[in-house]
């Protein structure tokens, strides 16, 4: 049986974290937790997870794209699929949030709360 | 002077008569007040970019240079400055012309120095004032800004949180629970998605008060924005066994507008009609236009709304009531359809019948496209 896939999830809602992990381990992956977009890069480095999901808003409403363009520059994060997780909605029509001009790529944008059958679909679909 | 902590108001005068110069100059500073001249236009204009004084006065008429441009020129330019024109008793009309652009109080001649001191000390409390209501003003706006920012994080992430533990508890407990716990799962999720609507419609109307929606209008073909509208809905209205029709005689009409917030306009109304007919009904969406309007038709079999609750649907927390639970909307949905509606010079009209449906009449004003 092959090993179980490795999920980074960043956010610093721990609420959140341990609501996520529980659908993602019911869904066979081993789930790593940070609660900062700081330990979340260290640990992407120790780790080198199969795919990280990062909230957007955490100390800072843009530290989620903070983190990301961190991982991006790294050899881990280079590699792997990136989910951001927003509150808001980016397509929305009236964000008092403004994005940074260069949005990091990231593989997909999920709203929270997500459903679990799309949580596991999406993840399974970019770890294929 | 001023009665602030020392500083000396700064005044400047423009007129080309030396003599009324030099005694402007010794009435002001002999209250303390610190004052530039000039007896030419241009240079007048030059003295108060650079110097930024906060009391001009003006002469009307002087050889170089309309007086009237100055005044225009400096109220444009310099934030705050109170400008006072110094005019002869035959042109007070000339005097209305420069406060109606900007001027704040007129000075004939000839006056005393007493006269200058006393319209002076007027002008500098006018313009205390203004920088007092100005200052709270902003911070009344500040401060509504960042509840905006409070509730949309404080509210909404703890909300979106307990959403995810429900959608988590599903997940984890699965066939272990009996059908009236999941029942009460069903329940809690419904209420906690009603008040993640109002929160997000609250956040939607804060943000057009706030006016940063304008700048998103651009041209748009009306019929696709109707189009995401109805398939949004679609299973829905599958769900609770409503026909949702939509017949679209002119698919290529163009308004300007803004796509995110019309797709809600659509699903709000929709969305309403949804709640409010019962299964086997029927909601019917047209759009037709003539030379100069589109029109957008939304049409339901439902309970309908009384004509005496008509008048005021639009209100902000406004419900008709219904019979059952599932009814209960934000109260905000059609406070936000409104808005919207008039954010983009459009009308929406409403027509109802107790028993028989509800029919919306939604009006854009057509882009033509050179």
Same mark, same amino acid.
């Given at each position: 049986m092959d090993a179980k896939k490795k999920v980074l999830l960043i956010d610093d809602d721990k609420d959140f974290l341990l609501a996520t992990k529980l659908i993602l381990e019911k869904g066979g992956y081993e789930v790593f937790l940070a609660e900062d977009g700081k330990a979340g890069v260290d640990m992407a480095k120790s780790l080198s997870p199969d795919i990280a999901i990062i909230d957007m808003m955490m100390e800072t409403w843009s530290e989620g794209f903070n983190v990301v363009s961190k991982l991006r520059t790294s050899d881990t994060g280079k590699k792997i699929p990136l989910i951001m997780l927003s509150a808001v909605d980016l397509q929305g029509p009236y964000q008092s949030f403004e994005p940074p001009d260069e949005l990091p790529t990231v593989d997909l944008v999920l709203h929270k709360p997500i459903k679990a059958v799309e949580l596991l679909k999406f993840v399974g679909q970019l770890l294929r | 002077m001023d009665d602030k902590a020392g500083y000396s108001a700064r005044i400047l005068i423009i007129d080309d008569e030396e003599s009324i110069l030099d005694g402007c100059r010794q009435a002001l500073e002999k209250s303390g007040y610190t004052v530039m001249t000039t007896s030419d236009g241009p240079d007048g204009i030059r003295l108060a970019r650079a110097e930024k004084p906060d009391l001009a006065f003006v002469d009307l008429k002087m050889p170089s240079c309309s007086g009237m441009d100055i005044i225009e020129v400096?109220?444009?330019? =310099?934030? *705050?400055?109170?400008? +006072? %024109? =110094?005019? *002869?008793?035959?042109? +007070? %009309?000339?005097?209305?012309?420069?406060?109606?652009?900007?001027?704040?109080?007129y000075l004939p001649k000839p006056f005393s120095p007493d006269q200058i001191r006393a319209v002076t000390k007027r002008a500098l409390e006018h313009r205390f004032l203004k920088i007092e209501s100005d200052r709270l003003r902003e911070e009344k706006e500040r401060m509504e800004r960042s509840f905006i920012t409070f509730v949309s994080h404080e509210m909404r992430s703890p909300l979106v949180t307990i959403m995810q533990y429900f959608e988590t508890l599903k997940v984890i407990s699965e066939n272990s629970l009996e059908q009236n716990a999941k029942d009460i799962i069903d329940r809690c999720e419904k209420r906690l998605q009603g008040l993640h609507d109002l929160i997000e419609h609250w956040l939607d109307l804060a943000r057009i008060e706030d006016g940063s929606f304008s700048e998103a209008k651009m041209p748009i073909v009306l019929t696709k924005i109707l189009d995401r509208g109805i398939e949004e809905l679609t299973p829905l209205c599958q769900r609770r066994e409503i026909t949702l029709e939509a017949s679209i005689n002119e698919p290529s009409a163009k308004i300007m507008g803004d796509q995110e917030s019309l797709v809600r306009v659509f699903t709000n109304i929709i969305g309403n009609a949804t709640k409010y007919t019962p299964p086997g009904g029927k909601i019917t969406i047209t759009m037709t236009q003539d030379d100069y309007y589109v029109y957008v038709n939304i049409a339901d079999t439902g309970s309908g709304i009384p004509a005496d609750k008509l008048p005021f649907i639009f209100e902000p927390f406004f419900r008709v009531k219904?019979?059952?639970?599932?009814?209960?909307?934000?109260?905000?949905?059609l406070t936000f359809v409104k808005k919207i509606m008039d954010a983009h010079n459009g009308k929406i009209e409403v027509t109802s019948q107790e028993g028989v449906g509800t029919r919306f009449i939604l009006r854009f004003t057509r882009l033509y496209e050179l």
């Open positions: - | 400096l109220s444009k330019e =310099i934030p *705050g400055i109170v400008l +006072i %024109v =110094i005019t *002869g008793y035959a042109s +007070i %009309v000339s005097a209305v012309e420069a406060m109606k652009k900007g001027a704040y109080d219904g019979k059952d639970e599932r009814q209960k909307g934000s109260g905000l949905g």
